[in-house]
């Protein structure tokens, strides 16, 4: 069966040193300032695997990969920059570990960082200017017409947000989707009231100066909207649907940033910028991104069946 991606003979086969000047350009653009006391001059030490840098001032000690998405990671720079490549396409964990060769929960981590150090960046800007708001729900298909009560109640529609900055032309300057807290309830005054709601914290802390509504023109929810907006939104469920089957509340925001980011941006444009996102957001653990698992409870060291010996048989 041919390939929907047809991209391994584009694929970017980057180099170690190109790796490591554009990672040295996104964590220090004004030149390298030590991490300990600010000086800007240092030694390099390259008898490890990937190269030292130590502060003529005081001897610390720092990498390029400390302080970035990428610390910690023991994957190769080149595949790290590929998979920024790739990033941009919008593809899954499962096709990125088929073509740069890792596994997938590798892949799976390395996506939900570029998209962690992405959500990170977004928080950093701010709504501002003429704006559009409309407020969605995801996976309201799913629960229209699935049959069973049981799987329902566990795709439960998600409360969205999508507000954008507008220029004359109601062409789209910059793009945010949020997802709300609760899902959708089933009684309307009640719907009404929580949808204000989300809105409204959508606009104190995703606005500039938490702007109140009359600055923004609200757009009516539907499938036939033909606004920027509008068209954004049916664009972004389509791609969580035809690529990822559908994703579930805990990471839908991580998706959402993620598309985001591609539309707002040309192709060229996207990869030095997620370059600049990865080199100045600090990392975050695979513990972390997943959670503490529901309903299981550690055992108690004293319960627990001591390691069996081996025996000597030397």
């Not at 990498?63 to 910690?72: H, K, N, P």
């Not at 720079?77 to 941009?88: E, N």
């Not at 068209?231 to 993620?258: D, S």
Request: hydrophobic residues 35%.
């Amino acid at each position: 069966m041919p390939s929907r991606y047809p991209i391994q003979d584009v694929l970017p086969d980057f180099s170690q040193e190109d790796c490591e000047h554009a990672l040295f350009a996104a964590k220090w653009p004004t030149g390298f300032r030590c991490p300990r006391c600010g000086h800007s001059q240092y030694y390099q030490i390259t008898t490890r695997q990937r190269p030292l840098l130590e502060c003529r001032s005081c001897a610390h000690q720092t990498s390029l990969t400390a302080g970035t998405v990428l610390e910690g990671s023991r994957t190769p720079l080149m595949k790290w920059f590929q998979a920024m490549f790739l990033m941009q396409l919008g593809i899954s964990a499962r096709r990125l570990a088929e073509l740069i060769g890792v596994t997938y929960k590798t892949a799976w981590l390395m996506n939900h960082k570029l998209r962690h150090a992405i959500g990170v960046r977004d928080l950093e800007r701010p709504l501002d200017g003429d704006l559009q708001l409309l407020d969605e729900y995801y996976g309201y298909e799913y629960h229209r017409y699935l049959g069973s009560l049981l799987m329902q109640e566990a795709l439960k529609p998600q409360p969205i947000v999508v507000g954008a900055s507008v220029n004359g032309a109601g062409d789209i300057v910059y793009l945010k989707m949020k997802a709300g807290d609760g899902p959708e309830s089933d009684d309307a005054t009640r719907h009404s009231a929580d949808s204000e709601e989300t809105v409204e914290r959508f606009v104190q802390k995703h606005v500039a100066h938490g702007a109140a509504h009359e600055r923004a023109e609200r757009l009516e929810r539907g499938h036939r909207g033909q606004t920027a907006l509008h068209v954004a939104w049916r664009e972004a469920v389509r791609w969580l649907t035809w690529t990822f089957g559908g994703i579930g509340p805990k990471h839908l925001q991580a998706y959402l940033n993620e598309f985001c980011f591609r539309r707002l941006l040309r192709r060229n444009d996207m990869l030095a910028e997620l370059i600049s996102c990865c080199g100045t957001t600090e990392t975050i653990t695979y513990r972390r991104l997943v959670g503490t698992r529901s309903g299981i409870r550690p055992i108690p060291w004293a319960y627990r069946r001591p390691a069996r010996r081996q025996r000597y048989t030397g």
